[in-house]
């Protein structure tokens, strides 16, 4: 040992070489379970991109209740593709007007989706 | 000396990752919970503004019965919408549901007024000019007798206000007052029929407007309410006098009786109705939105003249209203009180009586005015009143009853949410 010196004739504490397999065997098996448990949670939490097409959804929901013309139109906003259909809510219902919104990412996968009855303005 | 134990060593560290990776999961799994009931919380609230859109748009007699329904044919979009009148406005009640969930809201709807409408004051064309004097000032477009406006000098008062008299534009009116709607005013005269409990001994009770509305009966004994707190969905009703106290706290009831007495002082918001007579005392103030009516069918005999009168000194917000099914006998008479300010509407089918130093922050609709001396009686006078458009806010909302409304409506009062 550093600073003592060694004599001949004395034990010195070790693992041996099964105990170190072992340790290592347990360390491995332990880093791989942690890492596929990780990899699930990141994977399976709510995406930054979902949060962000919400909240566009959510503006555009806003304009359209105060100035929804009744057509419908696809616009590209961000990363997005965001389709807005409007039609009338029923046929007894004159003023009423039902306001589908929905997100489409770059694959063409539907990210949020929102949809509301409003006054027609 | 460091012991070389890796099995030792290594077990503690896989308990630490463990431990890690517990954590991560629960904190995963919470967070998961959370933003999904987010999510629910945000689609539920949407359709409650569904529900509430839905509301504004429908006809007076829609969802009358509690219906329930899915909005857009889906699963998750469940919806209950009501809508009861309450008074002279009409309650609402929507509730949104998902899985366990649910979301609700009772609110108050009243009509925006019809700017064609409208008037400041409208007098109908009986052949007989309109009178002012003293420091009477009209703000606003006013519907005025053929006849005309003029300038007298009465009871030692001259005309002092601007010399256009009105200031706004002046109509012709036709020979009848605009009338009120009678489907709503002969529901609203049913409910001095009804029956309900025993008015029971508690110093406060609230009910939702949720639930069924709690009527409670004092029958043919005059009652006085004193010392009590009422709030929301209770309806009180009498077959005789029911006198409010000063120390009651009334909060969006309703009362009908034959004859209602307010004592002096009183503070509250609720709506009056009576068949006979409704005397408020000197310095009450009706929040906004309280009424004040008198609601007279065919079938009361008694001869005298139904009344509405404010003593000196208080303040209403809302409307106040005559109406007398029969055009023969004495008409109602409704009698502001001196220094009594009133922002909203007041429509009297009879006589409206404006004492001096009376403001009305509205509009006006009155068959015609009286004025009272010491000796004399002046009929269609005005003299040191005022009466006010612009005193009205802006977000004021009348009642559906009053021909003044549009078919617009909107939210007058949040009453309850979660």
């Given at each position: 040992?550093?600073?003592?010196?060694?004599?001949?004739?004395?034990?010195?504490?070790?693992?041996?070489?099964?105990?170190?397999?072992?340790?290592?065997?347990?360390?491995?098996?332990?880093?791989?379970?942690?890492?596929?448990?990780?990899?699930?949670?990141?994977?399976?939490?709510?995406?930054?991109?979902?949060?962000?097409?919400?909240?566009?959804?959510?503006?555009?929901?806003?304009?359209?209740?105060?100035?929804?013309?009744?057509?419908?139109?696809?616009?590209?906003?961000?990363?997005?593709?965001?389709?807005?259909?409007?039609?009338?809510?029923?046929?007894?219902?004159?003023?009423?007007?039902?306001?589908?919104?929905?997100?489409?990412?770059?694959?063409?996968?539907?990210?949020?989706?929102?949809?509301?009855?409003?006054?027609?303005? | 000396?460091?012991?070389?134990?890796?099995?030792?060593?290594?077990?503690?560290?896989?308990?630490?990752?463990?431990?890690?990776?517990?954590?991560?999961?629960?904190?995963?799994?919470?967070?998961?919970?959370?933003?999904?009931?987010?999510?629910?919380?945000?689609?539920?609230?949407?359709?409650?503004?569904?529900?509430?859109?839905?509301?504004?748009?429908?006809?007076?007699?829609?969802?009358?019965?509690?219906?329930?329904?899915?909005?857009?044919?889906?699963?998750?979009?469940?919806?209950?919408?009501?809508?009861?009148?309450?008074?002279?406005?009409?309650?609402?009640?929507?509730?949104?549901?998902?899985?366990?969930?649910?979301l609700y809201k009772s609110f108050t709807?009243?009509?925006?007024?019809?700017?064609?409408?409208?008037?400041?004051?409208?007098?109908?064309?009986?052949?007989?000019?309109?009178?002012?004097?003293?420091?009477?000032?009209?703000?606003?477009?006013?519907?005025?007798?053929?006849?005309?406006?003029?300038?007298?000098?009465?009871a030692n008062n001259a005309y002092q206000?601007?010399?256009?008299?009105?200031?706004?534009?002046?109509?012709?009116?036709?020979?009848?007052?605009?009338?009120?709607?009678?489907?709503?005013?002969?529901?609203?005269?049913?409910?001095?029929?009804?029956?309900?409990?025993?008015?029971?001994?508690?110093?406060?009770?609230?009910?939702?407007?949720?639930?069924?509305?709690?009527?409670?009966?004092?029958?043919?004994?005059?009652?006085?309410?004193?010392?009590?707190?009422?709030?929301?969905?209770?309806?009180?009703?009498?077959?005789?006098?029911?006198?409010?106290?000063?120390?009651?706290?009334?909060?969006?009831?309703?009362?009908?009786?034959?004859?209602?007495?307010?004592?002096?002082?009183?503070?509250?918001?609720?709506?009056?109705?009576?068949?006979?007579?409704?005397?408020?005392?000197?310095?009450?103030?009706?929040?906004?939105?309280?009424?004040?009516?008198?609601?007279?069918?065919?079938?009361?005999?008694?001869?005298?003249?139904?009344?509405?009168?404010?003593?000196?000194?208080?303040?209403?917000?809302?409307?106040?209203?005559?109406?007398?099914?029969?055009?023969?006998?004495?008409?109602?008479?409704?009698?502001?009180?001196?220094?009594?300010?009133?922002?909203?509407?007041?429509?009297?089918?009879?006589?409206?009586?404006?004492?001096?130093?009376?403001?009305?922050?509205?509009?006006?609709?009155?068959?015609?005015?009286?004025?009272?001396?010491?000796?004399?009686?002046?009929?269609?006078?005005?003299?040191?009143?005022?009466?006010?458009?612009?005193?009205?806010?802006?977000?004021?909302?009348?009642?559906?009853?009053?021909?003044?409304?549009?078919?617009?409506?909107?939210?007058?009062?949040?009453?309850?949410?979660?």
């Amino acid at each position: 040992m550093a600073g003592s010196e060694l004599k001949i004739g004395t034990k010195v504490p070790g693992s041996t070489i099964i105990e170190v397999v072992i340790s290592m065997i347990i360390i491995l098996v332990v880093f791989s379970i942690a890492m596929m448990i990780y990899s699930n949670v990141t994977r399976s939490s709510l995406s930054a991109q979902k949060v962000k097409a919400s909240a566009i959804l959510r503006e555009k929901l806003n304009y359209a209740e105060h100035n929804a013309t009744g057509a419908d139109e696809t616009m590209s906003v961000g990363d997005f593709q965001v389709e807005q259909q409007i039609d009338p809510y029923s046929d007894t219902a004159s003023h009423l007007l039902k306001v589908h919104l929905t997100a489409w990412d770059n694959n063409h996968q539907k990210v949020a989706e929102l949809q509301k009855i409003i006054i027609r303005p | 000396m460091i012991k070389a134990s890796a099995l030792y060593i290594v077990i503690i560290i896989a308990l630490v990752i463990a431990m890690l990776c517990a954590s991560l999961v629960a904190v995963a799994y919470y967070f998961r919970a959370e933003s999904q009931q987010k999510h629910r919380y945000e689609q539920l609230s949407d359709n409650l503004s569904s529900g509430i859109n839905m509301l504004l748009t429908a006809r007076d007699s829609a969802f009358e019965k509690e219906k329930t329904f899915s909005l857009f044919s889906g699963g998750n979009d469940s919806l209950t919408l009501q809508r009861a009148a309450w008074g002279v406005y009409d309650i609402c009640t929507v509730k949104a549901f998902m899985q366990k969930d649910t979301l609700y809201k009772s609110f108050t709807i009243a009509s925006q007024i019809d700017s064609s409408k409208w008037a400041t004051l409208y007098v109908p064309d009986q052949d007989l000019p309109l009178s002012v004097s003293g420091k009477t000032v009209i703000t606003g477009d006013a519907f005025l007798p053929k006849a005309g406006i003029q300038q007298v000098y009465i009871a030692n008062n001259a005309y002092q206000g601007d010399k256009r008299i009105v200031t706004g534009k002046k109509m012709l009116s036709s020979k009848k007052l605009p009338p009120l709607d009678t489907l709503r005013l002969k529901r609203l005269s049913l409910y001095f029929n009804i029956k309900g409990d025993k008015f029971p001994a508690n110093d406060s009770i609230t009910a939702s407007f949720l639930g069924l509305t709690k009527i409670f009966d004092f029958g043919n004994q005059a009652t006085t309410v004193k010392n009590e707190s009422l709030k929301g969905n209770i309806l009180l009703h009498a077959d005789t006098t029911l006198v409010i106290d000063s120390t009651a706290s009334l909060e969006n009831i309703l009362i009908f009786a034959p004859t209602i007495v307010v004592k002096s002082g009183f503070k509250g918001n609720c709506q009056l109705f009576a068949t006979d007579s409704i005397s408020v005392g000197a310095r009450c103030q009706f929040a906004y939105p309280s009424a004040l009516g008198i609601i007279r069918s065919s079938k009361e005999k008694t001869s005298f003249q139904p009344k509405i009168s404010l003593d000196t000194g208080s303040t209403l917000a809302g409307q106040i209203f005559s109406y007398q099914s029969a055009a023969k006998g004495l008409q109602p008479l409704i009698t502001i009180g001196k220094a009594d300010t009133i922002r909203g509407f007041i429509y009297s089918q009879g006589t409206l009586e404006l004492k001096e130093k009376v403001v009305v922050g509205g509009g006006v609709m009155t068959s015609r005015f009286l004025y009272r001396s010491s000796f004399s009686l002046y009929e269609n006078y005005l003299i040191n009143v005022r009466l006010d458009a612009s005193g009205l806010s802006p977000y004021y909302l009348t009642s559906p009853i009053t021909p003044i409304a549009s078919k617009k409506k909107k939210i007058l009062q949040w009453l309850e949410a979660n």
